[in-house]
């Protein structure tokens, strides 16, 4: 897998803001340690197996983290960008938003971005050629108030400043479906690999 990490905490940097919803409230945060069972209201979980079983696994009680907003694209070549691996006709990308539960942890630049350098050295050793990912640092914001009662709602009532790892995958082909099938394979075998969370 080809893979890349970056910091992007610069002022007119975006931030991960939990919860969150559209202007028009359509789609919306969901709370999935508390509400596991509103898995298939987010419709990339309903529409990609991949995407539902890194989110349910990812946000399980046993886990150091959960995940806060995800998304999903498909693109031709005429389209790609430096970035891109060349050599392919069609992409299909996605991220998700992983966040630590422990209130430290989430506070801690040094720390998270340690966790950050540690996935991006785990995800070099998997062979998967047609893929990439990208881990992205960012600062967060958690307003437990207007959560729905978890382990991330029990940690305090004010809102908490910290950061958020987005994780961008890519899969390439010489179709959109192979493109596709590279994608989900490559979400796939990041699964287990970010819960190794080093808590030192």
């Not at 919803?21 to 709370?31: A, L, V």
């Not at 430290?104 to 971005?113: G, L, P, R, W």
């Not at 809102?159 to 490559?186: C, I, K, N, P």
Request: with cysteine; hydrophobic share 45%; glycine share 2%.
């Amino acid at each position: 897998m080809h893979v890349d990490w970056t910091v992007a905490c610069a002022a007119a940097d975006p931030w991960v803001v939990v919860p969150w919803s559209r202007k028009d409230e359509t789609i919306c945060y969901i709370d999935l340690r508390a509400a596991p069972e509103r898995l298939e209201q987010i419709p990339e979980a309903a529409q990609y197996p991949c995407i539902a079983k890194a989110l349910r696994r990812w946000n399980q009680p046993d886990t150091a983290l959960f995940t806060a907003k995800c998304d999903i694209w498909n693109y031709p070549a005429k389209l790609f960008d430096a970035e891109d691996l060349p050599g392919f006709d069609y992409a299909r990308g996605s991220y998700i938003d992983l966040l630590p539960i422990d209130p430290e942890f989430f506070s801690s630049f040094a720390a998270c971005e340690r966790q950050l350098r540690i996935w991006t050295e785990i995800a070099r050793s998997i062979e998967l050629p047609a893929s990439r990912c990208e881990w992205i640092l960012r600062p967060s914001r958690i307003m437990p108030s207007h959560l729905q009662p978890s382990a991330i709602a029990a940690t305090k009532s004010l809102s908490r400043d910290g950061f958020a790892t987005s994780l961008y995958v890519w899969g390439y082909g010489s179709s959109q479906q192979s493109a596709v099938s590279a994608w989900a394979a490559a979400l796939e075998s990041l699964i287990e690999p970010v819960l190794r969370i080093d808590r030192e």
